[in-house]
């Protein structure tokens, strides 16, 4: 009735959802997301009744999306005592993710404590960035003292997108200059260099960068300290409406943070949205174009690069000046090109699968250390 083959239990906990998939030989056998908060109370019972209507199979090993590895993990990372300890420690860099996320792991373990459980780190794709990428212009004994730098985060779908692009296009990663946006909740723009990533939109949090769904992206450092003085406004009062209530659905006056919903709008707050979000992608594409020595092609991923056609073309058009053309069609059925077989600057699409590389960074860590004999 079913299959024996391993397979990989993968588990990815954002802000305010949570997805499960059951992972075989690069296949999902079996999805489950819910876009309520994760709770950790009950995520026993639920991993239960996940794993008793998949099909027979062997979990070998489960992986979990770790949106913040910081300097304590910069890799996929078997789970112990030791290195929940040291995330738990830097927590408050990631606080709407991190923290769920720890505690998903500490549920799965009691419900799986026979299994490796794999931290994957979103940060892990960046862990390269050249110095002057990486660096702060703050004083260095902050740096020092508190680890300032660029992280940069989505790095679980940039790694699926670079190795999709690298197959659509016929030519091996490692010879590709792209620039990467990954469009979604969250939202960051990549550029690569020969397979690696040397700039991001994203820095110390993921906070930085674009505006986002919620989130304000990039502010004037010194209008956050202008609101901090004077009593204007308290820390918390600041954190919250820079995680909850800016972005896209500050702007569009809080009718909405989903794209979807903006498009269909006709009033201008929902307009101006729109126009200051395509606005700042395709700036942020343009600065990161400026790290490569020629630009092989523009990828979109994320669930708004995915499906969104209209932000899309929105964005290409503001990038005449790097070659870039609008799109010829509109919603591709699967990974490929949305730009005409002739373009200078090809425009790909590449759908988010997350949790194919989470199943595959897992597989990865877990032959590491079995080549080393420390697998526990």
Not at 12 to 29: D, I, K, P, Y
Not at 46 to 55: E, G, I, K, R
Not at 68 to 80: C, I, N, Y
Not at 342 to 360: F, G, I, N, S
Request: with cysteine; charged share 25%.
């Amino acid at each position: 009735m079913g299959t024996t083959d391993p397979a990989v239990l993968t588990v990815n906990a954002g802000s305010s959802s949570l997805q499960l998939h059951l992972v075989q030989n690069g296949r999902v056998l079996r999805a489950e997301q819910s876009e309520k908060s994760p709770d950790p109370a009950g995520v026993e019972r639920t991993l239960s009744d996940f794993l008793d209507a998949a099909p027979r199979c062997e979990v070998v090993a489960a992986g979990h999306r770790l949106v913040h590895g910081g300097d304590a993990v910069r890799q996929p990372t078997v789970v112990d005592d030791d290195v929940l300890a040291a995330v738990r420690e830097r927590a408050d860099l990631a606080p709407l993710h991190v923290p769920p996320a720890l505690a998903l792991v500490e549920a799965c373990r009691r419900r799986l404590p026979e299994i490796p459980h794999v931290l994957c780190p979103d940060t892990a794709f960046h862990a390269g960035l050249p110095e002057r990428a990486a660096t702060y212009a703050l004083p260095p004994e902050w740096r020092s003292r508190y680890g300032l730098r660029r992280y940069g985060f989505h790095g679980l779908s940039y790694a699926w997108t670079l190795r999709r692009t690298a197959e659509l296009l016929g030519r091996p990663a490692g010879t590709l200059h792209l620039v990467l946006t990954h469009l979604g909740g969250g939202s960051s723009v990549c550029a690569v260099r020969d397979g690696r990533s040397v700039d991001t939109s994203m820095g110390f949090t993921p906070l930085e960068g674009v505006p986002m769904s919620k989130r304000s992206g990039s502010v004037d450092p010194g209008m956050l300290l202008w609101l901090l003085s004077g009593s204007r406004l308290s820390l918390e009062e600041l954190r919250d409406g820079l995680e909850h209530r800016s972005g896209l659905l500050g702007l569009s006056g809080g009718r909405s943070g989903d794209t979807r919903d903006l498009v269909s709008a006709d009033d201008h707050a929902s307009a101006l949205a729109l126009e200051v979000f395509v606005h700042r992608v395709s700036r942020e594409i343009a600065a990161a174009a400026t790290s490569l020595d020629r630009l092989d092609a523009l990828v979109f991923t994320g669930e708004i690069g995915w499906d969104q056609p209209e932000v899309r073309e929105a964005v290409c058009r503001r990038l005449a000046l790097l070659g870039v053309e609008p799109p010829s069609h509109a919603d591709p059925e699967a990974d490929g090109a949305v730009s005409r077989p002739d373009a200078a600057v090809p425009v790909l699409v590449v759908r988010p699968r997350e949790e194919l590389q989470l199943a595959r960074d897992t597989l990865g860590a877990l032959d590491d250390l079995l080549q080393l004999g420390n697998l526990p």
